[in-house]
């Protein structure tokens, strides 16, 4: 029946798309670039639609598996109802648009119907969890939507976080949480070639709605059915690591924290010359890194357990760090000389609000993400060969003027040349 339900959802996450993109396109549902946006054409969105119904047919077909007990099969069936209702209020989203606090206060709403229902189900004092259940729910729906912001993202996400809670079900014997996961990992993982092929489509709010509602209410329904918090909380813990330590910053900062913005790490990845595909895998492996210490710690030896649990935290520190690391390497590979003589370099300039220096290709701190210029011809000095110390034979090409080697002395350049080196 495993194998049945992940069909289902995989195979109808492959097809409908055929069906609804040009339905999507006749309606003019589109992603117009923004601040935001990693893209720079206008994008059909709103094919999460499609992954609703293939994660709802699959789970659906789970409700007829062989002996269940009731309480898997009604935990199944608020899953599907939560799921669907979220995917409701992104499709809305996407079509017309709601107000903030509209949308904060249906997805409070959603989380707490949901969290009473799962709480019924499970009894004893469960209901203690009700209020934070439905701040859970509500707020990984709003981290799905905020880390949706580059190819492929969100249908790794789905896919490693399903994979994980399948695995966590069939180790402690919840049927229901193998066929809840492979529904979530199956869907979005049918999605992924038509959001990584040539002419990419979107989710749309309605798919991370989707995804954050299904993953949430999965877990909660997990925590309450006595599934060990490690196992829930490790495959998650990047894309909360990420969301939240950006939303701490820009309070900090005093920026409006619910504006538009690129200051994520997977979004400073990008920025800093990574493809969406190399910045997904990035999280992808961070995810599957913790979610590999999540399964260890769950071990219940205090030994393992701990190291478990600093490995989390060094992997989440790493990540985050990710950005400037990448920046650095990039930072070493351009200042390789490119030939002797006047050059023209093609870089990238990080400015936050002034110009910054010409020759400082990269920051070492942090990257700030606010703006990104594009300087195409840059005049730049490299080093004449030089013979090596006590060699007649001159210093290899690729050592030349990259610090290995002294540089040789130069003629300062011309007014021409210094009046080029400036922005236009």
């Not at 601040?35 to 077909?61: D, F, K």
């Not at 110390?389 to 990259?402: D, E, Y």
């Not at 002294?406 to 210094?418: D, H, K, L, N, V």
Request: charged content about 10%; aromatic content about 10%.
């Amino acid at each position: 029946m495993a194998a049945l339900v992940a069909g289902v959802a995989l195979v109808l996450s492959l097809v409908l798309p055929l069906a609804f993109k040009p339905w999507l396109v006749r309606l003019g549902v589109l992603d117009i670039p923004s601040e935001r946006s990693s893209h720079t054409v206008p994008t059909i969105r709103g094919l999460g639609i499609t992954v609703a119904l293939a994660a709802a047919a699959a789970m659906l077909t789970a409700l007829f598996a062989p002996p269940a007990a009731p309480a898997d099969r009604w935990t199944l069936i608020v899953c599907v109802l939560v799921m669907a209702a979220a995917a409701a209020v992104g499709w809305i989203e996407d079509l017309r648009g709601l107000g903030i606090r509209i949308r904060a206060a249906v997805q409070l709403g959603l989380g707490l119907l949901a969290t009473a229902a799962l709480a019924l189900l499970a009894g004893g004092y469960a209901y203690w969890w009700i209020p934070a259940g439905a701040v859970a729910v509500a707020a990984y729906i709003n981290v799905a939507n905020f880390m949706d912001g580059i190819n492929g993202i969100s249908g790794s996400h789905g896919l490693v976080v399903g994979g994980f809670y399948a695995l966590a079900g069939h180790l402690t014997g919840h049927s229901w949480l193998v066929y809840a996961g492979l529904a979530i990992a199956g869907s979005f993982a049918g999605f992924l070639p038509w959001n990584l092929g040539r002419a990419p489509v979107f989710l749309g709010d309605v798919g991370s709605y989707l995804l954050g509602g299904g993953i949430s209410v999965t877990a909660v329904a997990a925590f309450l059915a006595g599934v060990p918090v490690e196992y829930i909380f490790a495959p998650v813990l990047i894309y909360l690591a990420d969301t939240f330590v950006t939303l701490i910053r820009r309070i900090v900062a005093g920026e409006r924290w619910y504006a538009s913005h690129r200051q994520h790490a997977y979004q400073r990845l990008t920025i800093v010359g990574l493809s969406h595909l190399q910045a997904t895998a990035v999280v992808s492996a961070a995810t599957v890194a913790t979610g590999m210490l999540g399964l260890l710690a769950a071990d219940g030896r205090p030994g393992v357990s701990a190291a478990a649990a600093v490995g989390c935290a060094v992997l989440v520190l790493l990540y985050l760090r990710t950005p400037t690391i990448f920046a650095r390497l990039i930072k070493r590979r351009g200042r390789r000389p490119v030939g002797s003589g006047l050059t023209s370099i093609s870089c990238r300039i990080l400015v936050r609000r002034t110009t910054v220096p010409l020759f400082r290709w990269l920051p070492d701190q942090s990257l700030p993400a606010e703006k990104t210029e594009e300087c195409t011809t840059i005049p730049a000095l490299t080093a004449a060969p030089r013979r090596r110390p006590g060699s007649p034979h001159p210093a290899p090409p690729h050592r030349r003027g990259c610090g290995f080697w002294p540089p040789a002395p130069q003629r300062p350049p011309s007014w021409w040349q210094w009046w080029r080196s400036f922005p236009v």
